[in-house]
């Protein structure tokens, strides 16, 4: 038995159905499946009743759930005292998405480092909000700094709301801001499909009615600017980004009615070390609407 499987155990019992407990840890259904047989074959016991399309904690598995808790609790014990037993040269990670890390490096982390110059921050560089769940619910990091939703089993400490911008290659004739309407039948860069940040703009481009034309579905965001550069789409992205898009040469524009995401930190549910208890703490006293 191991740390994962405790994790597996205790999402399944949380979410009650594999589909929802698979979804929240982003693995395959029979993937966590199978691992909760093979488990339940290793301990000589059944921790779930299968019961319709969902299942249910036996008295055994509530047991054996109490005890995952707690020994996950107790891990994440030991490492808090281990890091704040050896605060000097202490290293705090943090995973966060190309177009969320200016603002962490730019705002955060300075304010950060002056009150804590003697703790090193890592920066765990990470491909979209799955890249960050995954890196902080398989220890990469200690923290995340990603936009909202996250699965259930994370804490969130939403910090701001920020703009989606349409970034476009120069010569459109596009007013400033930019009617959502006009959305319709322009060609965008985005996500592939199955996404979850491609069922998102569908949802928002649905609620107003558009329907622009995929030019690029890709999940490769280093190669989204560049098809932007290259004058074959436009692209819905962060305001955080417009600095690195106009250095590009391209127009960054807001779009009317101003769409806008949460953005948070998040982490385990687990007691923080000391250090990345001060990390939030910062965070969220330096927030803005």
């Known amino acids: 038995m191991n740390l994962q499987q405790l994790r597996y155990v205790v999402a399944t019992a949380e979410h009650r159905t594999m589909t929802d407990a698979a979804r929240s840890l982003y693995i395959a259904q029979p ?31 509530r047991r054996v759930v109490k005890l995952a808790r707690e020994a996950l609790d107790a891990v994440a014990e030991i490492e808090a005292l281990a890091t704040q037993g050896n605060s000097s040269g202490a290293e705090l990670r943090i995973a966060s998405t190309p177009s969320l890390e200016p603002g962490l490096a730019g705002r955060l982390l300075p304010a950060y480092a002056a ?4 703790i090193r921050v ?22 995340g700094l990603t936009d909202l939703p996250v699965p259930t089993d994370l804490v969130s ?32 860069v985005l996500p592939a499909p199955g996404n979850p940040r491609r069922r998102e703009f569908d949802q928002i481009f649905a609620t107003y009615g558009v329907r622009p034309i995929p030019a ?24 955080g980004m417009a ?34 208890q001060d990390f939030v703490a910062l965070a969220e006293g330096g927030s803005a609407a």
């Open 122 to 143: 890592h920066i765990v560089r990470c491909e979209g909000r799955e890249g960050v769940v995954s890196a902080v619910r398989e220890q990469r990091a200690d923290l």
């Open 216 to 239: 690029v579905e890709s999940d490769e965001r280093r190669g989204w600017l560049r098809t932007v550069r290259e004058g074959r789409a436009s692209l819905l992205w962060y305001r």
């Open 157 to 188: 400490h939403p910090l701001e709301r920020q703009e989606i911008v349409l970034i476009s290659p120069p010569g459109l004739d596009l007013p400033d801001p930019v009617p959502v309407a006009r959305l319709d039948g322009m060609r965008l």
């Open 31 to 61: 993937a966590l499946s199978r691992a909760i047989r093979d488990l339940e074959r290793e301990l000589g016991m059944t921790l779930f009743a299968r019961s319709g399309r969902g299942v249910v904690v036996t008295a055994q598995g």
């Open 115 to 118: 009150e804590h110059p003697g």
């Open 243 to 276: 600095e690195q898009a106009a250095r590009a040469g391209l127009v960054v524009r807001s779009l009317d009615p101003s769409l806008r995401k949460i953005i948070a930190v998040v982490h385990a549910r687990r007691r923080l070390p000391a250090m990345a």
